[in-house]
């Protein structure tokens, strides 16, 4: 059974950074489709960044180009959400979650169909 737990999120200024976390287990292959994803108040949840294992292609949102890196550390089955020079848009609960399938698709479509999630953490960046 695939387990995601996330940590890693907390209050901080625009223009601050931030690093989540998201400690993996149970994946029978790199067929994976992994990521994070976030949901702002009153808003629809949407893609942040996503990428299969075992590829080399990570797909971004636009609006956090640039400024996010995702990484995964395979030795400690941990994958990371870099967050640098945030904004208050950036609030939001994230999620890490992990399913079978396009990362591409997960990207655009707000992680539907994505059958495995991890709690979500809070990010808070202030103005």
């Known amino acids: 059974e695939v387990q995601l737990q996330a940590s890693g999120g907390g209050l901080v200024q625009a223009g601050g950074s931030l690093r989540l976390s998201c400690a993996y287990s149970?994946?029978?292959?790199?067929?994976?489709?992994i990521g994070w994803f976030r949901q702002a108040p009153g808003k629809a949840r949407e893609g942040v960044s996503c990428t299969n294992r075992g590829d080399d292609v990570t797909y971004y949102e636009d609006s956090v180009k640039g400024r996010f890196t995702m990484s995964s550390d395979n030795a400690k089955k941990t994958l990371y959400l870099h967050m640098n020079n945030l904004k208050p848009e950036d609030t939001a609960v994230y999620y890490c979650a992990a399913g079978v399938g396009g990362s591409y698709y997960f990207l655009r479509s707000g992680g539907n169909g994505m059958r495995h999630w991890g709690q979500g953490t809070q990010v808070t960046v202030s103005s």
């Open positions: 149970g994946f029978a292959s790199d067929g994976y489709a």
